[in-house]
Nanobody, 120 residues
Framework: QVQLVESGGGLVQPGGSLRLSCAAS????????MGWYRRVPGKMRELVAV??????NYGDFVKGRFTISMDNAKNMVVLQMNSLKPEDTAVYYC???????????????WGQGTQVTVSS
């Protein structure tokens, strides 16, 4: 069984920074990619950032404010968020495409979500 455990959400003032971490644990053979999505109430879930074998992609709204990185030794993905805006307020979900068993399919796994609130 694979689990994704997030940490680092909270309340921050506009212009501030937060660092989200997500550690994958359990029966893991390999990790194809890991990333972050977010959901604002009343809107569809959207991609924040994803990293795949060192290559990263970001949602258009990020505009250079966020940086995603991967610690392969710890199976951990980190999202550094700077210059946060009130519209960044959302629940942020960690996502991983992970192969639990050698030679078999990879599967999508999700964390439980962590609340990020940007407000003065």
């Amino acid at each position: 069984q694979v689990q994704l455990v997030e940490s680092g959400g909270g309340l921050v003032q506009p212009g501030g920074s937060l660092r989200l971490s997500c550690a994958a644990s359990g029966d893991i053979d390999s990790i194809d990619s890991m990333g972050w999505y977010r959901r604002v109430p009343g809107k569809m879930r959207e991609l924040v950032a994803v990293i795949d074998e060192g290559a990263s992609n970001y949602g258009d709204f990020v505009k250079g404010r966020f940086t995603i990185s991967m610690d392969n030794a710890k199976n951990m993905v980190v999202l550094q968020m700077n210059s946060l805006k009130p519209e960044d307020t959302a629940v942020y979900y960690c996502h991983g495409v992970i192969r639990p068993t050698p030679g078999f399919h990879e599967y999508d796994y999700w964390g439980q979500g962590t609340q990020v609130t940007v407000s003065s």
